[in-house]
């Protein structure tokens, strides 16, 4: 079956700039959702279809993707930007897959 | 601005039904967006359950399918989820959301509801 992997945490230096990655077969085909949560939280849609970012995003979030890869980068790390970091994917009809999530720690 | 808010009961014996209700404000669930449910069990991640459009049309999670009921309720301006014949496995926080794009699903959730904890037990 089908599934989305992430690493389950990566720290960054303030200021300095983090690639959060996501992978799976279906992200060969249809682009990574990506969600910002903070203990407590819902989460805050951060990137979805191709490259839409909601109002209110910083624009140090960028996302991008390459095969069965798909990457969030944050440029300038904040320390307000210490979150698990989801993505999702949808497979071929329409089964969300969401990944186990990546603690970002900045240091 | 747009606000959804889940409720409904936060506790629910094993093997009955756990009935959600996603209140929506400030924007009518009839504009053409998409509506939908995840739930995060405590201290674990993101599964989503389900997603449905104002005509009923659903999408659902295949691992729950026949479990779940997806319905709208226009004229309310809510939507629900029901899941059948829980077990301590569905004991999470449930939230509703709406997809951001009108007249496309696109599974993703802009908007989301603060989340409603549900605990199955005796």
């Known amino acids: 079956s089908s599934e989305v992997t992430q690493d389950p945490a990566v720290s960054v230096a303030l200021g300095q700039t983090v690639r959060i990655t996501c992978q799976g077969d279906t992200l060969r085909d249809y682009y990574a959702t990506w969600y910002q949560q903070k203990p407590g939280r819902a989460p805050v849609l951060l990137f979805y279809g191709k490259n839409n970012r909601p109002s209110g995003v910083p624009d140090r979030f960028s996302a991008s993707s390459s095969g069965t890869t798909s990457y969030l980068t944050i440029a300038g790390a904040q320390a307000e930007d210490e979150a698990v970091y989801y993505c999702?994917?949808?497979?071929?009809?329409?089964?969300?897959?969401f990944g186990g999530g990546t603690q970002l720690t900045v240091l | 601005q747009v606000q959804l808010q889940e409720s409904g009961p936060g506790l629910v014996k094993p093997s009955e039904t756990l009935s959600l209700t996603c209140n929506v404000s400030?924007?009518?669930?009839?504009?053409?967006?998409?509506w939908g449910w995840i739930r995060q069990p405590p201290g674990k991640g993101l599964e989503w359950i389900g997603s449905?459009?104002?005509?009923?049309?659903?999408y659902k999670n295949p691992s729950l399918k026949s479990a779940v009921t997806l319905s709208v309720d226009t004229s309310k301006n809510v939507f629900t989820l029901t899941l059948k014949s829980v077990t301590a496995a569905d004991t999470a926080v449930y939230y509703c959301?709406?997809?951001?794009?009108?007249?496309?699903?696109?599974?993703?959730?802009?908007?989301w509801g603060q989340g409603r904890l549900v605990t199955v037990s005796s």
């Open positions: 959301g709406r997809d951001p794009q009108p007249y496309v699903v696109t599974h993703a959730f802009d908007i």
């Open positions: 400030g924007f009518s669930i009839s504009s053409g967006h998409y």
């Open positions: 999702n994917s949808r497979d071929s009809i329409n089964y969300v897959l």
């Open positions: 449905l459009y104002k005509n009923g049309h659903t």
